[in-house]
């Protein structure tokens, strides 16, 4: 089946600077990829959707300049957390459809990354 | 707005016992409907889906039917297993390309 790789699946960073997380679709292209982020004991919520060659789209309340996101291949996203606090400390997942895939096609998903802000 | 809601969990059963979890949606139009389970350290992995009303689908032993009439797609399972530990999260898709999911019912069973 397909797969999606992220990368680091955890990272401890220091208050103030910047972590990337990496989503890869290792054998198939994704023309869009999605970034949620999950709470402990709660559901994942959308962040963005990462469209290959353009912007993301950014769901309400997720600050774009916080959270910045680059589709730059059919097989790569990265979701870079800007001047990272505390705060911003959650698990960060991703996931990808087959591209050409009509609704009703399933999500692949990253196995997630923990972030930790000190 | 479109929304998913599932029961609560912990749902905590012994080995063999029949297992439900609630499912059921607000969504425009006919979303395809999902199950997706999160094993312990895991990913999220489908597990099964349905794409029109009374389609069900099925997976491990695990089955739910697309109810229109009362927008539900309940997730049953005849006999769990201690390996059904996990995290189950019932979701549609919009048809915008966006998925819906619901807050996830974790699920223990015990030998």
């Known amino acids: 089946g397909a797969v999606v790789s992220q990368h680091p699946s955890w990272v401890i960073c220091k208050s103030g600077t910047s972590v990337k997380i990496e989503c890869r679709s290792l054998?198939?292209?994704?023309?869009?990829m999605f970034w949620y982020r999950q709470f402990p004991k709660q559901s994942l919520m959308l962040m963005a959707t990462?469209?290959?060659?353009?912007?993301?789209?950014?769901e309400q309340g997720v600050e774009k300049d916080k959270f910045l996101i680059n589709h730059a291949s059919l097989t790569l996203s990265t979701l870079t957390v800007t001047s990272a606090h505390p705060e911003d400390s959650s698990f960060y997942i991703c996931?990808?459809?087959?591209?050409?895939?009509?609704?009703?096609?399933?999500?692949?998903f990253g196995e997630g990354s923990r972030l930790t802000v000190l | 707005g479109d929304s998913v809601t599932q029961m609560e969990g912990p749902v905590t059963l012994s080995e063999e016992a029949f297992l439900t979890i609630n499912c059921t949606y607000t969504?425009?139009?006919?979303?395809?409907l999902f199950w997706y389970v999160q094993y312990p350290g895991e990913g999220l992995q489908l597990l099964l889906k349905?794409?029109?009303?009374?389609d069900k689908g099925s997976n491990k032993g695990f089955e739910a039917t697309y109810r229109k009439e009362t927008t539900s797609f309940h997730l049953e399972k005849g006999s769990v297993q201690v390996s059904d530990s996990a995290v189950y999260f019932c979701?549609?898709?919009?048809?915008?390309?966006?998925?819906?999911f619901g807050a996830g019912t974790r699920l223990f069973v015990k030998a």
């Open positions: 996931s990808a459809r087959i591209s050409g895939s009509s609704r009703g096609g399933e999500l692949f």
């Open positions: 054998d198939f292209q994704a023309t869009t």
């Open positions: 990462s469209n290959e060659g353009s912007k993301a789209t950014y």
């Open positions: 969504a425009t139009g006919y979303p395809s």
């Open positions: 349905a794409t029109k009303a009374d």
């Open positions: 979701a549609f898709d919009t048809g915008g390309f966006k998925t819906i």
